[in-house]
């Protein structure tokens, strides 16, 4: 099924020139991002600690009950547990005289074998990884997360299980980003989705424009690598995984989504600005001698806080970070009222995961919104990673665990990536025009 493109599209979605509410320009970031942070991050996070994380991927939806053909209950494959065949004869005979019907069968046994996540990992693996939570400390957390001693959740090796297409899509992927957008995200009921965050009669304070932004940068991000890795062709040999520049051009070309795709990406640069500026705060913290990146290998250890550092000092000489002493910078109990308010509205989206049906979709939105959310905890925690101490036998007062440093950087992963993949976009485009 080998995608097709339209060349009479004339594709007009390229960002360029400063961006809205920051002193930095998307033609900078691209510099900074693909020739010094982008190569660096990729190495970093091949590395045993940062490629597995924890995760309970059977929580149940707290908003909903679902009734979908393509849920969890016929489509979706539990990590490590065979599918379950008698249910899925009972669909076949349920549905054996309808045509549509088998269409939807189809689909769903394409949703299910796209969007499962591959859970093997090796006793050995298991073994270590028990060892290096007995290593970490424990702290108070941002936004919800999963309960890591539950028998429901287990570790996961995100290389096996790349963000990329899986035919999760329709009316239950757009139940999650809708109740996304129009319950928690700060946005008037008024305004029509996606709302424009700069216009002046939104009736969003600067600090609510800000995390609508972000949110919309995310949703962005995913759809650019769901479009960067789309399954272009499958036969009994290989999946062919590719760009699919159709697809791209339905979710940003600025004719085709009336306006909305160039705003779309302008939030990623603004997303990426935040997170880099997380890091570039959070130095102070992996800097201290009594951190280490334990996987139980000394010598690799060593490495690869080295190569973490050189990241984060690179991050730090960005020369046009954002500047977030702009928010929450007015009367000092509305601020804090608002910071409420945003951890409040940032758990609620972070809960609403668990009702994403499709389990790699799943693993990678909990992923994402929980590094997101530590971004925004370090953000928020200025003084108390200033006021860490030194020694190295005193516990600082702010800490992260090892399941908020993992995606903290693998979702600014995924965000670099996103930005790396604009450029490989633009190469396409320009090629289809010559």
Known sequence: MEAQVSLTVAFSSSVTGTLDDCACDVETI?????????????????????????????????????????????????????????????????????????????????????????????????????????????????????????PESQYVDLLLNPERFTGYKGPEAWRIWNSIYEENCFKPYSVKRPLNPLASNSGLCVEKRAFFRLISGLHASINIHLSARYLLDENWFEMKWSHN????????????????????????????????????????????????????????????????????????????????????????????KLKEDFKLTFKNISRIMDCVECFKCRLWGKLQTQGLGTALKILFSERQIEAMPNASNTNPSFQLSRQEIVSLFNAFGRISTSVRELDNFRSLLSNLKQ
């Open 30 to 150: 691209d510099r900074f991002n693909n020739k010094e942070i982008f190569p660096k991050l990729q190495k970093l996070l091949s590395s045993d600690y940062f490629r597995f994380y924890k995760v309970n991927l059977n929580n149940p939806c707290p908003f909903w009950t679902d009734h979908s053909q393509c849920g969890l209950k016929y489509c979706a494959v539990k990590p490590c547990t065979p599918v379950s065949f008698s249910k899925f004869i009972q669909l076949i005979f349920s549905y054996k005289y309808s045509e549509a019907a088998s269409q939807d069968l189809e689909e769903c046994e394409k949703a299910e074998k796209l969007g499962a996540v591959n859970g093997s990992l090796s006793d050995e693996t298991r073994q270590a990884l028990q060892e290096w939570k007995k290593h970490d400390d424990e702290s108070d957390r941002f936004c919800m997360l999963d309960d890591v001693d539950s």
């Open 245 to 336: 520049v159709s697809e791209f051009q339905l979710r940003f070309d600025k004719e085709l989504t009336e306006g909305e795709g160039p705003k779309r990406l302008r939030n990623l640069y603004f997303l990426y600005l935040i997170e880099l500026r997380a890091l570039a705060k959070i130095l102070p913290y992996f800097e201290r001698p009594a951190f280490h990146l334990y996987t139980g290998q000394p010598t690799e250890d060593n490495e690869k806080k080295k190569l973490l550092l050189e990241l984060l000092h690179m991050a730090k000489l960005f020369p046009l970070h954002f500047d977030e002493t702009a928010l929450f910078a007015g009367n000092k109990k509305e601020a804090m």
